[in-house]
């Protein structure tokens, strides 16, 4: 099995805080391992000109009804104007118990992006998901969970906070060689529901072959409080060929 997935990216994006992971899963109707490694080089463009380079390992294994999900995604940034290299990166896992429609969800993140000002934060919830729709053509699921998450931001005390997730994804396979998806997030704290994160991603696949296609995805973030000079509102589109295994 080769293991080799060479991603080179050409973006204009800036960082977003929500990862979604919804739109990560790799097909589930068959048992086994399935995966991607992930080589990229980003130009970013917001308030300063920032190269990125980035390293991605995505490992699903699925056994009858049970799903384990592993993402580790390791980002290396320089900012224009500047020696030092800042690092953003996030590990992710999770299991996905799915019978027939209703499934159940649990997971643990770490995440760190010193753009965004967030020195670390970890995540854990558990939630349930439908899956409303899923035939050869149209795919339509939703989810909700709660999650806990401590934060210990860049230049700021540490605090620790629950917010509701609530997630609604879209799949539709034009034909045997496109395929169009979207996901959005909503996540308000539990405590003050004026405080909320929302992201969307749209993503459109082009198969070339069997073990080759090109990928265009847009992303947008929107934070009602983020940190101190963190804008509300970050973008991210990249696009890509692939090889997976």
Not at 47 to 66: D, G, M, P, R, W
Not at 214 to 231: C, L, M, Q, R
Request: overall charge neutral.
């Amino acid at each position: 099995m080769r293991n080799v997935l060479l991603f080179i990216l050409l973006p204009f994006c800036s960082f977003g805080q929500i990862i979604n992971v919804e739109n990560k899963r790799l097909s589930d109707d068959k048992d086994g391992f399935v995966g991607t490694f992930d080589l990229g080089l980003n130009l970013i463009k917001n308030t300063a000109q920032i190269l990125q380079f980035n390293n991605n390992v995505h490992l699903q294994y699925s056994k009858e009804n049970h799903t384990y999900l592993l993402l580790n995604d390791i980002s290396f940034v320089q900012k224009e104007g500047e020696e030092d290299w800042l690092n953003k990166g996030y590990q992710h896992v999770r299991y996905i118990y799915q019978h027939k429609k209703l499934g159940f969800e649990g997971f643990i993140q770490h995440q760190y992006d010193k753009a965004q000002k967030i020195q670390y934060r970890v995540l854990s919830g558990v939630g349930a998901r439908w899956q409303l729709v899923k035939n050869d053509s149209l795919q339509f699921a939703m989810g909700f969970s709660t999650m806990n998450e401590y934060e210990n931001p860049v230049d700021a005390d540490s605090f620790v906070q629950i917010r509701l997730n609530h997630y609604l994804s879209f799949a539709f396979q034009v034909n045997e060689n496109i395929s169009l998806s979207t996901t959005n997030y909503y996540q308000p704290l539990l405590t003050t529901w004026s405080d909320y994160r929302m992201s969307s991603q749209t993503a459109l696949k082009l198969v070339l072959n069997k073990q080759f296609e090109f990928k265009i995805a847009g992303n947008v973030t929107y934070d009602s409080k983020p940190a101190e000079s963190v804008p509300l509102l970050n973008y991210h589109v990249v696009n890509g060929v692939s090889y997976i295994f």
